[in-house]
């Protein structure tokens, strides 16, 4: 850091309380959780460099609650990083615990819940990060508008979280909607005029409004898109508008223009969008489903040519997202992704390789994912704290493996679908370059291969590149590597029967989670720990682990 930004860096407090509330965010009143009475939760913006504080008070009265600062790396600060059973005990009703951590990178980030499955309670809010004082941007805009992407089921997270872990299985469906800042419409069209069969909207609740972004015409703005859906993949387009994308999940990229964009659950983009259409006329954002087959309504925002007035219908019907199953226009828009020149390249080579095999299998009767063919589960006992403390319960005598057979046939659902559990803790050598080939497969169903955007905790990635089918690590594997100007990212999606290889320096002491940002696949087991340098991690504030067995442990006299 130059001195100049330090002296400038600042603390940052906020005091936050969750708790449960009534609200409408498709327009039918359900509980959401809530920040302060806000949902979605307060923006958190401040400057690379500052450190943010947040009080945070848990008025869930009979759960417990963390929260995760998504794209925020948490260097030499692991406890902070929001993860329950992995990096702090869950906080509990009526207690407080206060996050601190500093936000080294600007870009586009959000927070959200990391709990159980919370975040598709409605717990997230955007977290943005603009340069150090001083600094600037590598492209430039006249303004900025945020879009916070997320999707909703009217049955509760419990009943939800019940069903998938039932036997046997019941899979949650579908959300209802589709909503931008926390607004969506469930029952009718914002664009009915434009939808043949659609009930126009009648007057709007305020809290199920369509969001509306009013610019200038012949301006240029910064539209920040980040995505926390439970479930959905979506695709973002802006009638008649195209984008420049110059970000994405924190890092700047080579910029290039699109129609349209993909955002899995995880991402983040920064894309730069030009007033440069008729200005007599307001404009839909549409915002669709991709990768299954789509029975949620796009989402809907106006793009307000200001003066024309906010409810002046856009002249143009809302653009339509690309067909589900076109991967190939999904991975010509994520293929084009690289990084910005300046950005540090990865080390030439790897000390190891990790390859995950994602597979959709059985379990005592009932259904979830596995890597490697052993599904997640968490323990009762944090490992940051477990670990540190070197407790002998805290994992499994057995490592999980480095590898699939060489044999497994990505294309057929697996022959022998049985699974079982494990803690899936990869133990990392402090440094070591680590290279994780993530390969898809077929799901229990023929024909059925999902995406999946997998998302690392601790770090950025670089991606060095996709396959089809099955990875081999041959040559041809090898040639398909990028190791000039791979994007660094935290998420990177694994496409149907692909394979995407990753590499990292395991240079942030801590335990970080690695997993499918599918809300209901992490749930059923669709994820590893990577428990890396342990030794290195600084004093680990009691408060974050005095449960479970290092509670015992501290209590009988040892020392984090
Ligand atoms: O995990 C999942 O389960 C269902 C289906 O595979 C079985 O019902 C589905 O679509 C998932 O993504």
Same mark, same amino acid.
């Given at each position: 850091?130059?001195?100049?930004?330090?002296?400038?860096?600042?603390? !940052?407090?906020?005091?936050?309380?969750?708790?449960?509330?009534?609200?409408?965010?498709?327009?039918?009143?359900?509980?959401?959780?809530?920040?302060?009475?806000?949902?979605?939760?307060?923006?958190?913006?401040?400057?690379?460099?500052?450190?943010?504080?947040?009080?945070?008070?848990?008025?869930?009265?009979?759960?417990?609650?963390?929260?995760?600062?998504?794209?925020?790396?948490?260097?030499?600060?692991?406890?902070?990083?929001?993860?329950?059973?992995?990096?702090?005990?869950?906080?509990?009703?009526?207690?407080?615990?206060?996050?601190?951590?500093?936000?080294?990178?600007?870009?586009?980030?959000?927070?959200?819940?990391?709990?159980?499955?919370?975040?598709?309670?409605?717990?997230?809010?955007?977290?943005?990060?603009?340069?150090?004082?001083?600094?600037?941007?590598?492209?430039?805009?006249?303004?900025?508008?945020?879009?916070?992407?997320?999707?909703?089921?009217?049955?509760?997270?419990?009943?939800?979280?019940?069903?998938?872990?039932?036997?046997?299985?019941?899979?949650?469906?579908?959300?209802?909607?589709?909503?931008?800042?926390?607004?969506?419409?469930?029952?009718?069209?914002?664009?009915?005029?434009?939808?043949?069969?659609?009930?126009?909207?009648?007057?709007?609740? !305020?809290?199920?409004?369509?969001?509306?972004?009013?610019?200038?015409?012949?301006?240029?703005?910064?539209?920040?898109?980040?995505?926390?859906?439970?479930?959905?993949?979506?695709?973002?387009?802006?009638?008649?508008?195209?984008?420049?994308?110059?970000?994405?999940?924190?890092?700047?990229?080579?910029?290039?223009?699109?129609?349209?964009?993909?955002?899995?659950?995880?991402?983040?983009?920064?894309?730069?969008?030009?007033?440069?259409?008729?200005?007599?006329?307001?404009?839909?954002?549409?915002?669709?489903?991709?990768?299954?087959?789509?029975?949620?309504?796009?989402?809907?925002?106006?793009?307000?040519?200001?003066?024309?007035?906010?409810?002046?219908?856009?002249?143009?019907?809302?653009?339509?997202?690309?067909?589900?199953?076109?991967?190939?226009?999904?991975?010509?828009?994520?293929?084009?992704?690289?990084?910005?020149?300046?950005?540090?390249?990865?080390?030439?080579?790897?000390?190891?390789?990790?390859?995950?095999?994602?597979?959709?299998?059985?379990?005592?009767?009932?259904?979830?994912?596995?890597?490697?063919?052993?599904?997640?589960?968490?323990?009762?006992?944090?490992?940051?704290?477990?670990?540190?403390?070197?407790?002998?319960?805290?994992?499994?005598?057995?490592?999980?493996?480095?590898?699939?057979?060489?044999?497994?046939?990505?294309?057929?659902?697996?022959?022998?679908?049985?699974?079982?559990?494990?803690?899936?803790?990869?133990?990392?050598?402090?440094?070591?370059?680590?290279?994780?080939?993530?390969?898809?497969?077929?799901?229990?169903?023929?024909?059925?291969?999902?995406?999946?955007?997998?998302?690392?905790?601790?770090?950025?990635?670089?991606?060095?590149?996709?396959?089809?089918?099955?990875?081999?690590?041959?040559?041809?594997?090898?040639?398909?590597?990028?190791?000039?100007?791979?994007?660094?990212?935290?998420?990177?999606?694994?496409?149907?029967?692909?394979?995407?290889?990753?590499?990292?320096?395991?240079?942030?002491?801590?335990?970080?989670?690695?997993?499918?940002?599918?809300?209901?696949?992490?749930?059923?087991?669709?994820?590893?720990?990577?428990?890396?340098?342990?030794?290195?991690?600084?004093?680990?504030?009691?408060?974050?682990?005095?449960?479970?067995?290092?509670?015992?442990?501290?209590?009988?006299?040892?020392?984090?």
């Amino acid at each position: 850091a130059r001195p100049h930004c330090a002296a400038a860096a600042k603390a !940052r407090h906020f005091k936050w309380e969750i708790s449960n509330m009534f609200w409408s965010p498709d327009c039918e009143e359900k509980v959401v959780i809530g920040i302060n009475g806000q949902f979605p939760g307060p923006t958190i913006r401040a400057r690379a460099g500052d450190t943010i504080h947040v009080e945070l008070k848990n008025a869930l009265h009979t759960e417990g609650v963390v929260i995760h600062w998504h794209g925020i790396r948490q260097i030499g600060t692991p406890w902070m990083d929001g993860t329950a059973a992995i990096s702090q005990c869950a906080i509990n009703p009526e207690e407080t615990f206060t996050y601190r951590f500093v936000v080294d990178k600007p870009g586009t980030y959000f927070y959200h819940g990391h709990y159980g499955m919370q975040r598709a309670a409605g717990l997230y809010g955007s977290l943005i990060v603009d340069v150090a004082e001083g600094e600037e941007e590598p492209f430039k805009y006249d303004g900025e508008l945020n879009l916070l992407l997320s999707d909703w089921y009217h049955e509760s997270i419990h009943t939800q979280m019940v069903a998938l872990s039932s036997k046997p299985f019941r899979w949650i469906g579908e959300p209802q909607s589709l909503l931008i800042n926390g607004r969506g419409q469930f029952n009718c069209s914002m664009a009915a005029a434009h939808t043949p069969g659609a009930t126009q909207c009648a007057a709007v609740n !305020r809290q199920c409004a369509p969001v509306v972004l009013p610019v200038q015409p012949n301006k240029t703005y910064r539209l920040r898109v980040a995505s926390t859906t439970s479930l959905a993949s979506l695709n973002l387009a802006i009638g008649n508008h195209k984008m420049t994308v110059v970000e994405a999940d924190g890092n700047n990229v080579d910029p290039f223009a699109v129609n349209d964009i993909d955002i899995y659950s995880g991402d983040s983009y920064s894309v730069l969008l030009t007033t440069d259409q008729d200005p007599s006329s307001n404009y839909w954002v549409s915002v669709g489903v991709r990768g299954r087959p789509p029975r949620t309504a796009p989402a809907l925002a106006v793009l307000n040519y200001r003066p024309n007035r906010a409810s002046k219908l856009p002249a143009l019907a809302p653009p339509a997202t690309p067909a589900w199953d076109d991967y190939e226009h999904s991975k010509a828009f994520t293929y084009r992704i690289r990084a910005r020149a300046g950005t540090p390249p990865p080390p030439a080579t790897a000390d190891r390789r990790i390859e995950l095999l994602n597979t959709q299998n059985r379990m005592d009767g009932g259904t979830r994912w596995s890597i490697n063919n052993v599904s997640m589960v968490l323990p009762a006992t944090p490992y940051l704290g477990s670990l540190k403390l070197g407790l002998k319960s805290a994992l499994a005598a057995a490592r999980p493996a480095e590898t699939f057979s060489r044999g497994y046939d990505v294309r057929q659902p697996p022959t022998n679908p049985n699974t079982t559990a494990g803690d899936n803790v990869y133990v990392l050598a402090h440094n070591a370059t680590v290279d994780v080939v993530l390969q898809n497969a077929n799901a229990l169903a023929r024909n059925v291969s999902e995406t999946h955007p997998w998302h690392l905790h601790g770090h950025d990635f670089w991606v060095l590149g996709y396959g089809e089918g099955a990875y081999r690590g041959d040559a041809a594997d090898e040639a398909r590597l990028n190791l000039r100007d791979p994007p660094l990212r935290n998420t990177a999606v694994i496409f149907p029967y692909g394979w995407t290889a990753l590499r990292f320096v395991a240079d942030n002491p801590g335990v970080w989670a690695f997993h499918c940002h599918i809300e209901p696949h992490l749930h059923m087991g669709m994820g590893v720990v990577f428990a890396e340098a342990v030794d290195r991690v600084g004093k680990v504030p009691k408060e974050a682990v005095s449960c479970g067995a290092t509670a015992s442990a501290l209590m009988n006299g040892d020392h984090l």
